[in-house]
């Protein structure tokens, strides 16, 4: 190999390249050692950082603009029966006996001051896929032309002092040294301090809006990227997890993500955890009857198998409210709320119902969202919206908060080395056999020395390791033998 790629140096003396990685050493011994880790793991191209690209730190200061506008959005779906062979068990465990098919949605706008921008838009019927992101992407068209509207700025004798006094970036928070412009609201037009040029640039509003709902990469987001597969003219981008699941896609700029990556039980349990007067958008949309619709419905979901149960004028028996898949049904508490929902809303058919329950869904999630994005903005002064998952939303607050300055790798067997050390599964030392001479047990032998037996575990080995002090900088070799256990616990 090395022979091979020799030419592709300008130096004049040989130099060696890893069969594995494709790095260069420029002698044997050097290459010899890093194989003896490298050899190891799957042959790629390895790329590390260069030292101009070694630093890493917290630069998306934008993350602490909140996104202008938000989409929350909930589907619902039939059950089509399907009648087929009973498998054999001994073939497949797995049988088929309903298709999702999308009969309807809901979903509700948040504008910059955290209220609705219309009310919510309900649709059920056929082609509910294809009639959700066509109006999607209406909506889309609207508020792009908003945000590409800049507001003048509004500047007053006091901004201009603070202006002229000001001695810090009020983005980065660094020193101006005579880099200052003024940086304000786009959408208000308000001064919000002064800044660094670059900063000021940089420091812009989303251009993505982004459409939450609640477990998209389980369940909606199949039905949706079929759906979005048709809009061929538009720009379409994903994050995948594998091939049938996706953590986030864009459709133009629409960015889709599941508000489950951030808060992983269920709408029912989310909405517990609110007090009456957090669900702002329920109370001002629901206004007298709020106080009904601030829990999770219950909805017949094996019983809906056509559209035609649509244009029921009752609600149905609290058998067809039955789960097979967890072999139970709603309790009788459950289904008398039920009962009271369709009185209270004057209901008329089970359409009536879907709608309902469909908009009490979203606008519980919409609640329920905005107060995790008030909390966050609270404290980390981040927006998860500008975020996929949790950990994303967690590494962006732990470089903020702690503001670390975090050195990366650029030596290879460096990398190599301290991923040796990973481990995982059982950590443990153990012996084939051990018989223990307990004193409280029958068969103790008085004549020989007391022994015992003793289970001990762990929880939680990593989580703690990766809470205590860690390195951040300085990474070298070194010949010194060292005794790790000397080692003081805060160095």
Same mark, same amino acid.
Not at 114 to 119: A, D, E
Not at 146 to 170: A, G, H, Q, Y
């Given at each position: 190999m090395s022979s091979l790629l020799n030419h592709l140096t300008s130096h004049e003396h040989k130099v060696f390249f890893c069969d594995y990685c494709l790095l260069r050493f420029n002698n044997e011994e050097l290459l010899n050692q890093h194989q003896e880790d490298c050899r190891n793991h799957n042959v790629q191209k390895i790329k590390m950082p260069t030292q101009e690209e070694k630093w890493l730190e917290f630069s998306n200061h934008k993350f602490k603009l909140p996104v202008p506008y938000v989409i929350y959005a909930d589907l619902e779906c039939i059950l089509e029966k399907i009648n087929s062979c009973e498998q054999d068990p001994k073939i497949s465990s797995t049988e088929s006996i309903a298709k999702h098919v999308p009969c309807g949605f809901a979903y509700v706008i948040v504008?910059?001051?955290?209220?609705?921008?219309?009310?919510?838009?309900?649709?059920?019927?056929? /082609?509910?896929?294809?009639?959700?992101?066509?109006k999607l992407l209406d909506e889309e068209k609207s508020i792009l032309d908003?945000?590409?509207?800049?507001?003048?700025?509004?500047?007053?004798?006091?901004?201009?002092? /603070?202006?002229?006094?000001?001695?810090?970036?009020?983005i980065c928070g660094n020193p101006l040294n005579g880099d200052a412009v003024r940086d304000h609201d786009h959408l208000t037009g308000a001064y919000r301090g002064a800044a660094h040029t670059r900063c000021n640039l940089n420091f812009k509003l989303a251009t993505y809006i982004p459409v939450v709902i609640h477990n998209l990469r389980n369940y909606d987001g199949h039905f949706l990227i079929q759906g979005i597969g048709k809009f061929k003219e538009k720009r379409i981008q994903c994050i995948p997890e594998n091939s049938e699941k996706f953590i986030s896609f864009t459709l133009s700029s629409l960015r889709f993500i599941d508000s489950f990556q951030f808060l992983n039980t269920s709408l029912e349990k989310l909405a517990q955890n609110l007090k009456p007067c957090q669900f702002h958008l329920c109370n001002k949309y629901f206004a007298s009857n709020a106080q009904f619709i601030t829990r999770k419905g219950c909805y017949p979901y094996e019983y809906f198998d056509s559209f035609s149960k649509f244009y029921e004028?009752?609600?149905?028996?609290?058998?067809?409210?039955? /789960?097979s898949l967890t072999n139970e049904n709603v309790s009788r508490e459950d289904y008398e709320y039920a009962h009271d929902i369709w009185n209270i809303f004057q209901m008329h058919t089970f359409g009536d119902y879907h709608d309902l329950y469909v908009t009490v869904d979203v606008l519980l999630l919409s609640d329920i969202f905005e107060n995790f994005r008030t909390l966050c903005q609270n404290y980390y002064k981040i927006d998860p919206c500008h975020t996929y998952t949790a950990p994303g939303l967690a590494w962006q607050a732990c470089l903020k908060m702690t503001k670390v300055r975090l050195e990366l790798l650029t030596d290879i067997d460096m990398h190599l080395f301290i991923e040796k050390g990973i481990r995982g599964g059982v950590a443990m030392i153990s012996h084939r056999y051990a018989k223990a001479n307990n004193t409280y047990l029958s068969n103790y032998d008085s004549s020989l020395p007391s022994s015992y037996i003793i289970y001990l575990d762990a929880n939680n080995l990593y989580g703690w390791a990766m809470s205590q002090h860690l390195p951040t900088h300085d990474f070298s070799w070194t010949d010194e033998d060292v005794n790790f256990m000397n080692v003081p616990d805060d160095s």
């Open positions: 504008g910059p001051d955290g209220t609705m921008v219309k009310p919510p838009t309900v649709f059920r019927g056929k /082609n509910a896929i294809d009639q959700f992101l066509t908003i945000l590409r509207f800049v507001k003048p700025m509004v500047f007053s004798m006091t901004d201009e002092e /603070n202006f002229k006094s000001s001695t810090l970036c009020s004028t009752q609600l149905p028996p609290q058998s067809a409210f039955f /789960n």
